[in-house]
């Protein structure tokens, strides 16, 4: 009897084993479609965030080749909260003629944005002389043995004309801060089909064009809130803006929190067919 014990213990440790193993596997199986299952439904809520932040840059276009002025957006900048199939969305469209051309300032006006923008004024003569520097041609052509040794004469710094805004932020004394606060202001796509349109600027933009550095943050924070109480009229919108170059910025986000967004910079054609085309995207 006693080794019939024995075998009887062996095979409920056995039992036990197997139970356990099928129960490590079945929980396996059910950790990887639960995994499966969040990543199906993370994939399908940024789908319809993305959705969604299409949808706002279309209700943008339709909403500013609007016939109808009264129906016309406005391109001063501010926001408009729409909604689009339970996804909340922040619009604004910009008016690039509303913002400083990097291409187009002289000294003053770019001493004048930088000090505005809060850069320290110890930096302000180096920022200076690093934004004209950034632009200058880099005519200089590598010999044949600089090629060789991987090495090319090209003076430091020089790039040509901005491309892209985000250049800015590669100047040796610019911070991030001050970045930031200067972007939203300043363009690259600046048209020759209308100049400069102050009522449609940023108090930064506007003191960078004057050339004139206010005296200090408090100045333009006022400026900035007299900009708020501007009435309708204002701003309300006086073309059909054909051939005007805007920035349409979309934030879509859902009841949990979760957001995507949009940035294009259009030209609206007047077609109605082929009614903008875009200049930039991000």
């Avoid at 499966?36 to 940024?46: E, F, K």
């Avoid at 892209?164 to 363009?187: S, Y």
Wanted: a negative charge; proline letters at 4%; aromatic letters at 6%.
């Amino acid at each position: 009897m006693k080794p019939a014990g024995r075998d009887s213990g062996y095979a409920l440790v056995a039992a036990v084993t197997a139970v356990a193993a099928f129960a490590y596997l079945a929980f396996q199986v059910l950790a990887a479609d639960q995994g499966s299952i969040a990543l199906a439904s993370g994939r399908l809520q940024q789908a319809k965030l993305s959705a969604a932040a299409d949808a706002g840059l279309s209700l943008a276009v339709h909403g500013l080749a609007a016939e109808d002025r009264g129906l016309r957006w406005s391109i001063d900048g501010g926001p408009r909260r729409l909604e689009f199939n339970g996804v909340d969305l922040t619009v604004t469209v910009e008016d690039e003629r509303g913002k400083a051309p990097l291409a187009g300032l002289n000294d003053s006006q770019a001493r004048a944005l930088f000090a505005v923008a809060g850069a320290p004024r110890d930096k302000l003569d180096a920022l200076v002389l690093e934004f004209r520097d950034w632009q200058k041609e880099d005519t200089t052509a590598p010999s044949a043995s600089d090629d060789i040794l991987g090495v090319t004469q090209s003076p430091a710094g020089r790039h040509g004309p901005f491309r892209t805004v985000g250049e800015l932020a590669a100047l040796k004394d610019l911070d991030v801060a001050t970045f930031n606060r200067i972007a939203p202001a300043v363009t690259i796509f600046f048209e020759e089909n209308g100049g400069f349109e102050p009522s449609h600027a940023t108090p930064l933009a506007r003191a960078a064009m004057s050339g004139q550095e206010l005296a200090s943050a408090d100045q333009l924070a006022n400026e900035t809130g007299l900009d708020n109480e501007r009435v309708a009229e204002d701003i309300a919108p006086d073309d059909r803006y054909v051939g005007r170059t805007l920035t349409v910025r979309v934030v879509a986000r859902d009841r949990d929190g979760a957001q995507t967004h949009r940035m294009r910079i259009i030209e609206l054609t007047g077609d109605k067919a082929h009614p903008f085309w875009v200049r930039y995207a991000e």
